[in-house]
Each structure stands twice: as C-alpha cells, then as structure tokens.
C-alpha cells in the first residue's frame, strides 16, 4: 500500500525558511517522479514543484522559482522542499504526490494534477505571516 507523510510545515514569517520532507514506502520510490503541489485557502490546487526519478531533473512553478528547492534522497525513499524567501502567498496546505507511472514525467504533470497522480499525502500546513 503505497503512502506518502509530509511532514516540517509550520508557521514562519515573511523572507524566513521552512524544509518540507515527505517518506514514501509502498512502492519503488526511485522509479517514480515525484511532485510538490499546494492549496492556497480558498484555492485551487497548484503545482509547485517537481523532480525525476533521480533528481537531477528539476522542475518549478514560476511564483516559486529561485526559492525554493526541491531535491530526493532514493537510498531513505523521502521527497525534500527547501523553502527560503517565504512569501504569504506560500501560505497553503502542501502535498507530495507520486506520478501514476514509473519513469515518466511531462509537463503535463504541472496541470492536470488528478489524472497525473495517483497517491497524494495527507498535507502539511504552511502559513508565513507578514
């Protein structure tokens, strides 16, 4: 049974820092490109983020690029999000999320989020005050 648990959000102010991590298990995790997507309050769901399945490949979301770094460690199956420069607009409900198939990523990824993926954590909270 595959599950994803993010966890290291949190309350943090404007210009501070936050690192989200996200375990996997239930799957071959270092065949699968992973992704960070958030829900801001009262918004739709939006990509953040995303990495092959060695993480040499990198993807980001304009609003996010140059803050925020994305990176994986296969050997201990987590998902990693360095999160510096906060902004209030980062403030949202953060999910990891496995792509539905190994060895396969497309742009793609970044909008038809549901039919993309196939197994969402529960989310962890980030709220940066101003």
């Known amino acids: 049974q595959v599950q994803l648990v993010e966890s290291g959000g949190g309350l943090a102010q404007s210009g501070g820092s936050l690192r989200l991590s996200c375990v996997a298990s239930?799957?071959?995790?270092?065949?699968?490109?992973m992704n960070w997507i958030r829900r801001p309050p009262g918004k739709e769901l939006e990509w953040v983020s995303g990495?092959?399945?060695?993480?040499?490949?990198?993807y980001y979301a304009d609003s996010v690029q140059g803050r925020f770094t994305i990176s994986r460690d296969n050997a201990k199956n987590t998902l990693y999000l360095q999160m510096d420069g906060l902004k209030p607009e980062d403030t949202g409900l953060y999910y990891c999320?496995?792509?539905?198939?190994?060895?396969?990523?497309?742009?793609?990824?970044?909008?038809?989020?549901?039919?993309?993926?196939?197994?969402w954590g529960q989310g962890t909270q980030v709220t940066v005050s101003s």
């Open positions: 239930g799957f071959t995790f270092d065949d699968y490109a």
């Open positions: 999320a496995k792509v539905r198939w190994p060895h396969h990523w497309s742009s793609a990824a970044q909008t038809n989020l549901q039919h993309y993926h196939d197994s």
């Open positions: 990495t092959g399945t060695d993480g040499s490949t990198t």
